[in-house]
């Protein structure tokens, strides 16, 4: 497919994105940043040939703070050069199990809202996805702001993802975490994994085994090898399943040995202490 | 750091990094690549590639595809006037493919369209019928007695066994004795700017093929034998090309785009996409090489007995003269009375491999240097010690019979590395950090194969001097080096010089960008037109001062006689005002051994580049990374002409070996596709991917070489590959034998 046959409507307000996407449906793709659609287009793969571009809908850009949530519109993401132009809306809405911001998002309890003319509802992050590009998204629905929950003060927290270099790389294994700890002891802690299984997912035999535990080494490993054994990974061209499953039981034991040694500041490992 | 200090420089202009002369039209973005250049009233071209690995063609239809609107060609292999093949040794890799197809995303038709909309609809409706044939993926599978043949004569494209004295003598008195096979694997050259161009017949009837590329005179016989006509009504040019790295040595689009251009009569453009270059760009040559390598108890090494196998894939193009290379290299620098090796060229459907940065030695240098290494851990020596016994002194005979000319600057290279050579301190608690070392050797040129580069300079009375070379500057900086050695000659500053080159029309034949040959090559070719410039014009000197020309003394860019002076303008205006020319061209034989060693084409060679790297890397066993902390590269390159730009080309060929080492394996699925074309999937190494990379040059001085110079282009990626696997090995304890050294390997 060229560009040149491709429809591209461009609303000027979220009603009109939405009356569009009701009349439109399965044909028109939304897109915000095309980080990715820009991509599936020039592969060929795209199956919409139309594209709603949501680039000009005030209302898709802010970040609001209530007591206890951060409520972020979908165009807010800021990083440096090409992924300046991605979205978390988009991120989510491509449903990659390799997408970087979606492991957060699943610790920080994070609920999408879906939109449409004449309604809306709430999903829960956890139960947004279905399997690789898939989501429970209708078409006539629109991701118009996601909600997450406030760290408490004193949670560590961690994201790290293992690609073969440095930048520009599709994790091979990512791993998003946050952990309150009350004098040694573990009180609670939630734990993501992302690229290792159809969708990111919450590894939650991990989390439970740690509740009111003392974060000791032996904890550690243990909650390491649980993560690891959530893992449901496949074998392609960026790593093997073998591997996904041990890197996963490092990333974590690792992010979870400096917490304990309270080397929150590891740059290396991205652990800071939260705040 | 660089050694900056002027070793010959009398003028300014040598071993200075002035900065290259057409950086600010790169900077500001005016520089036109050739993919950049649009023409007026241009067809787009486009091509139909095979969707099988390996078949027979039946039947190929284009009735449908020539039908649609704003077509103007459709052109199969029955449209070729002449040769139906080229190919830089043997032209044997099809135009467009007629019986058979031995590669997925063979050339079988190409397109011409008003449009690029036409041009697509016109391949969708291009039908070929091909029977599918099994699929040789590797060296093992080409090389079963069962296995179908890819082509007539076999799976074999060349044989070669080339020996000297008695190894199994040699082995038989050996303290240890090493046996080890080692594998790299195909590597992609992944450019910014992927192969393309444009192409057009102009008022003379020229057929004018602009496209990135490496080598233009050889593109331009490549095209005439293809379309029969007279090399003379071509013209090829190649520059600026954004990145080749002997990816685009051999011809790539320039073929496409002739014949198209020729036969619709306009003017056409031909760019791949990032994908087709993934597709049907060529790569570097896998090899597998299996050594037995012997060794006395204080480390003299005693025999060398290879058995190398480099997958060429469907054809040959370099391919032969590749093996060379790793024949010529897997001896690296040293002393070795016995050998014998036993080299495979050989076929598979793994699309086309030729020239790559290194041509042959970094998949040597991999088995040697590795060898050496774990026989330093067998004898208990200090690896740099052992090849500080094993190096073969300047004036001493060569394992090829090649009397070594200077290697005082390996020598001390190695001395140098002795200091750098030192295990680092393990940054995290689940870090272990290691230390290795690899030496690199590379012949300057085409060894034994004849070799008479061209250059001309014209001295232009308005105060410019113009060099012409057909070398091409694909981002390596050659038409800087060279404009700094004729501006060292003819002592005049840089900024006087103009640079034509890789441009068939003004650039007289200097052969191409290969084989770290430009600065040898074309430089000395200029210097030689200098020399006839400047006699030349000191006759002219002479007869404008009434004297003898044994009176005149030149300084400058002045001729001076007594008290008074003219300068080369001046005379050039004189001249001129004669009617006499002012350009001056000069061929220079490249000295050469006048035979190959029996069993080779161009071994060995007369000069010599060499490297020595000391690579730390920190591995994280727990999550399977390997980071490089460090690299410190020492380089004989003789005499450096501009050191920000060597050092340079030893930075770009250290990353890009650190990406053949640890993060790059272009491979293909079971059918014979390829799997990984482009950025997303081929991981190349970035910027943040990079250690510290310490350059450093030994001071030496190469007689045969322009002021001393020999080269520098290839001599960074070589040892890349032993060099880390070295460190890793150190930090691990577990020797790597295969390439890349990837994180599943080893956790």
Redesign the interface.
Known sequence: M?Y??IIVYSPRSLAEALDILAQRREQIRPIAGGTDVM?MIK?GVLKEKELLNLSYVPELSYIKESDSSILIAVRQIGSPQIQNLGTIGGNLGTASPAGDSIPPLYVLNATVKLQKVGGSREVPIDKFFLGPRKTVREPDELITEIKIEKMEPGTYYFFQK?????????S?VSAAGSLLLQEGTVKYLRLALGAVAPTVIRAKDAEDAAKDQPLTEQLIDRIARLASEATRPITD????A??RR??T???V??AL?YIMKGMGK?V??GVESGS | MTSTESVVSRYESLNRSIPRIDSEDKVRGTLLYVTDIRLENALYAFTFRSKVAHGKINRIETEDAEKVNGVKAVLTYKDIPSLNGYGAIVPEIPVLAYDKVRYYGEPIALVAAES??AG?EALSRIKVDITPLPVIRSIEEALDDNAPKIHEKGNIARHTIVKKGNVDKARASAYVVLERTYETPMQKHMYLEPEGGVAYIDENGTLNVIAGGQTPYRDKLQIARVLGISPDKIRVKNSPTGGAFGGKDDVTVQIHLALLAYKTKRPVRLTWSR?ESGIAGFHRTSSKIKLRTAAAKDGTLLSNEAAIYLDSGAYQSFGPTILDVSIETINGPYRVPNYYIDAYLVYTNNGLASAFRGFGAPESNFAIESMMNELADELKMDPIDLRLKNILRTGETGPFNNIIRHSEGLEEALKRAKEVFYRPDP????ARTGVGVAVAIKGVGFGTLPDFPTAAIEVVPEGKVRIMFSNVDYGQGINTGNAQLVAEKLQIPVSQIEVYHSDTKYSPDTGGSSASRSTFNAGNALLAACEKALSELRLEAASYFMTSSSSVTYRGGNFYYKDRSINIYELAKRLRSRGKSTFFEATYEVPRYPEPVEGTLEVPHMVYMYGVMVSKVEI?E????IRPLEVDFIADIGNVINPAIAAGQIEGGVIQGLGYS??EYY?YDKDGRP??IN???Y????A??SPMINVEFVRTYEELGPFGAKGVGEIGIIPVGASISDAVADAIGKRPYRLPI???DF?
């Open positions: 060229s040149e046959s991509v592969d293992l690609g073969l270099r440095s930048a520009n790389a599709i091979i061209i960026r790593g093997t073998e591997y041990k890197a039981y490092g990333v034991y690792e040995y590891k290396e490992y | 690029v909309e697509l994908e940054s995290t608690p689940f994280d727990m999550l399977g990374k640890l993060t491979s799997l990984n950025y997303t999937t991981i190349v190494p970035t943040k991917d990837l994180p599943w956790i």
